[in-house]
């Protein structure tokens, strides 16, 4: 079964700092890699997507994320993080062999300081 | 615009009464799923559906059900409430394996 490991419970960073998020997963097929995020008492909003193509894919509010198969990773980053960019973020991944489940991680917080 | 609702947005209810959280969706979306977050767990899927009639167990189905009897509509059921099922329920559904999904706006239940 599909799988998604994100290590850090809570992610702090300066305003304009570089923002990474890390992700890594497992699945049996070819991966199909989801980032959202989640703003305090609300639902997951997508962010971006990989299904193939090009490793590096941009997404909302002015973040990317860069698919390695190799590491089986699926970091997410922002150049310059804001102090708006404060919520949980999640990674998810479907497994290609035709499952439709999304499994998620833990998800990790994150902590702009101005 | 389409979307997806859930309802209740919060509820309180006593140990061993039968609960049922609604999702509705407007996408017109064959797959609906239903999962649960935990502080320290992320979100787990509960039950999920690929079209009407169809229904299958997520990783943590124990004491839920769910029903398909149309394309919009995934209730779930709680049987009997238990405290370990308080918990924030969000409701999903997606197009197809490519695209992403889309989430409801959750419901708080507290089971005491």
């Known amino acids: 079964a599909q799988s998604v490991a994100q290590p850090e419970d809570q992610v702090n960073v300066a305003e304009g700092n570089p923002l990474t998020v890390k992700c890594t997963y497992s699945?049996?097929?070819?991966?199909?890699l989801f980032w959202y995020v989640q703003y305090p008492n609300r639902g997951l909003q997508f962010l971006l997507k990989y299904i193939t193509g090009d490793n590096l894919v941009k997404g909302s509010y002015g973040f990317e994320a860069e698919f390695n198969k190799s590491q089986t990773s699926f970091h997410l980053k922002k150049p310059s993080a804001l102090v708006s960019d404060s919520a949980l973020y999640f990674c998810a991944v479907r497994d290609g062999n035709g499952n439709n489940r999304l499994a998620f991680g833990k998800g990790n917080q994150v902590v702009v300081i101005p | 615009d389409a979307e997806i609702t859930q309802s209740p947005r919060h509820k309180i209810t006593e140990t061993g009464r039968q609960v049922t959280l609604a999702c509705h969706q407007t996408w017109n979306h064959n797959n609906m799923f239903w999962y649960r977050q935990d502080l320290g767990h992320g979100l787990r899927l509960i039950h999920y559906s690929y079209g009407v009639q169809d229904t299958n167990k997520g990783e943590v189905s124990d004491g839920y059900s769910v029903s398909r009897s149309n394309t919009e509509d995934l209730p779930l059921t709680l049987e009997s409430a238990a405290s370990s099922q308080t918990s924030v329920y969000f409701c999903?559904?997606?197009?197809?394996?490519?695209?992403?999904?889309?989430f409801g706006q959750g419901t708080r239940l507290t089971v005491v």
């Open positions: 999903a559904s997606s197009e197809n394996l490519n695209t992403e999904a889309f």
């Open positions: 699945v049996s097929g070819n991966p199909y």
